[in-house]
């Protein structure tokens, strides 16, 4: 019996070193794998599928010569960064769960068109475009203001939205039935993905936190700041919840006091019928205040009520100045198109487009002091080169390579 158990005992620890000796192999393997490794891991990362004997010699070769970006710019030819991982980069972005499961969108397709196009990114909250089926594509359900057939038709195909004759920009002002001018369409803030999702019912603040989630990587906890004046909360917000006032001026004036200002932009807006019956859309009345940002008045008479869409930007000071507005231009204006401008020339929003793709690609967060300098190098690189996501996606692919 004791001759059995030493004989077990010793095959334990044997078995324990061999697969300690495994992952130390392993270990170093990954720490001194060569370029075609290299270039397998920058393609599996960007593509999910296996690089043909061609393309992977090419960028081979190309990290061999030090040029990993190239490398990976390769990969990205790849029909599937297309359909796949870009799919499932910017989806999340269009619904209130943050799925990546939902239907392909003109919200998620007009992102996908404006990557490869090499769009300005900085355009994706202020432009008149939406990406649709070009003829090449053969898709038989139109593009609709009030439902989402024109695109599940296109996924449901499996068509190659690498190639520009399937997948075609246009102006979502010019599209049938649009209710929009091109003075008022805000890039993706204006489809009809972004309207069902964040305009329906509500107060459209809803509209304000997800694209402060999505474009800024903050939730409105992060923004969070009791110093602001509170002089532009509204009358459905109470002043003393439960009763007590101290979780007002503790608690809720660090939301409200900037992100009410800001969600006055979407005054005109709603997501609802415009005819009975025929589906729920986008609509913009000018000049006229939708009846969502009235409701609950009697909470605070004393409250503001909303007249227009004036926005302000409370938070370019305390904290939050720390977001890199761009002080060149006024802190407020009228309407989504002047609020997305504001967003989109701030240095969080630059970085928040780093540090997506960076989680997105190399499967982590950025955490150690080299991980943060790279993302701010990268943030540089994308905007010194026009705002040009495919450019991130490569130097972030490149920098991941030996993990």
Known sequence: MKKARSNCESFGRLGLQSLVAVLLISATSLAV??????????????????????????????????????AATDAMSNISFYNTTLKNFVTPWTNETQSPYADLNDYTATVIGMIRDDVPFNQVLTEDIVYVAGGAAQITAPYSQTDNNHYKEL???????????????????????????????????????????????????????????????????????????????????????????????????????????LAQAFAYY???????????????????????????????????????????????????ASLGWNTSSPAGGNGIKSLGQELSSSKAFSQCQVQKVFKFTCLRDPASATDQSEVQRITDVFEKNNYNMKRVFAEVAAYCKGD
């Open 33 to 70: 794998a060569g370029p075609r490794e290299q270039a397998r891991r920058i393609h599996d990362r960007l593509t999910g599928v296996p690089p043909s004997d061609a393309v992977l010699n090419s960028m081979s070769a190309k990290i061999s010569s030090g040029d990993a970006v190239g």
């Open 155 to 261: 996924e449901s195909k499996r068509i190659n939205l690498a190639d520009p004759a399937n997948l075609i920009r246009s102006a979502q002002s010019s599209q049938p039935g649009a209710t929009l001018t091109t003075q008022n369409v805000a890039g993706v803030m204006t489809t009809r993905a972004f309207g069902e999702a964040f305009l329906k019912a509500g107060t459209n603040r809803r509209a304000i936190r997800y694209t402060f989630m999505t474009q800024m990587c903050r939730d409105m906890e992060d923004m969070h700041d009791v110093t602001r004046t509170p002089d532009r909360i509204r009358q459905d917000v109470s002043r003393s919840p439960g009763g007590d006032s101290t979780i007002f001026l503790n608690q809720c004036v660090g939301c409200h006091s900037g992100m009410d200002p």
């Open 270 to 320: 709603d997501f609802k019928e415009v005819t009975a019956g025929a589906g729920e859309q986008v609509v913009m009345t000018p000049g006229e205040v939708q009846a969502k940002n009235l409701i609950n008045s009697n909470n605070f008479p004393l409250g503001y009520i909303v007249k227009n869409d004036q926005w302000n930007n409370y938070w370019r000071h305390g904290p939050n």
